[in-house]
């Protein structure tokens, strides 16, 4: 049997025009998973196929959904557990918390697409998001709620390594001496459930940026060392003096080159 050729609805033809007028995003995909780390976003998706007898088309499609939901509830824990491993204490609660993230992902999952191929099948493609399927009680935030907003000069910051990196929900900057400038838990927990550390991007243009971080972002170039992004504590001080409150908000862009 030939490969399936399915019969493209114009919303999945807007889709694929729409993401065309940007630069390109960062994106991992791997099995039926895709991670997009600009949107913050992720896709995936469930198969099915009518049964013999009156089940129609409506039923595939539900039983599709099912299909990409327990697909998901898997890959998510998985996610989770390998993000969050280096801060939970005990496996048990990792896992836990994995399934809690899981459960949250279900819930919030909503349908894109629907494709209908040929011979049947019926393809459901579905979306959540990134943020919500990293949630962990085993990261110690120092604070909960980010402070109100002040009038700073600047309306985000853009971190600029120098060469590529691999995406990651938590990353840390250091500085000459390998001391930490800021990580994780200086961020607000609201926010990086919302945000996680900042949106990631591949050469990206003023507009598609300033989604993230505003139209008068900071810029601070940075190395890459050890998997931490390195920068001289006197520039990075200078740097972020009176807007610490967008580093703890995670109104943060890391610029790929």
């Not at 959540?128 to 909960?144: G, T, V, Y």
Request: hydrophobic share 35%; net charge neutral; charged share 25%.
């Amino acid at each position: 049997m030939g490969p399936k050729l399915p019969k493209l609805s114009v919303a999945c033809f807007f889709i694929s025009v729409t993401s065309a007028a940007y630069a390109a995003p960062v994106i991992e995909s791997n099995d039926r998973l895709e991670v997009n780390w600009s949107a913050l976003r992720l896709r995936y998706y469930g198969e099915a196929s009518p049964g013999s007898g009156s089940e129609d088309l409506k039923s595939a499609e539900k039983k599709a959904w099912r299909d990409g939901l327990n697909y998901a509830n898997d890959v998510i824990r998985n996610l989770n557990i390998a993000a969050n491993e280096h801060f939970s204490q005990t496996p048990e609660k990792l896992a836990e918390d994995a399934k809690l993230a899981a459960h949250q992902v279900s819930t919030g999952t909503s349908s894109v697409s629907t494709t209908y191929f040929a011979d049947g099948t019926v393809r459901v493609n579905l979306e959540s998001s990134l943020p919500k399927a990293l949630e962990s009680s085993a990261i110690h935030f120092r604070q909960k709620e980010a402070p109100e907003p002040t009038m700073t000069e600047h309306t985000g910051i853009i971190l600029a390594p120098d060469h590529p990196v691999k995406p990651r929900p938590n990353y840390q900057v250091v500085d000459e001496e390998g001391k930490i400038l800021f990580d994780v838990r200086d961020m607000a927990q609201a926010s990086y459930n919302r945000r996680l550390m900042g949106r990631w991007y591949r050469k990206p243009s003023p507009a598609e940026i300033s989604e993230a971080v505003g139209k008068n972002p900071l810029t601070i170039p940075v190395q890459v060392k050890d998997g931490k992004f390195l920068v001289q504590r006197e520039i990075w001080d200078k740097a972020t003096e009176g807007h610490k409150s967008l580093l703890v908000s995670g109104i943060i862009a890391i610029a790929l080159p």
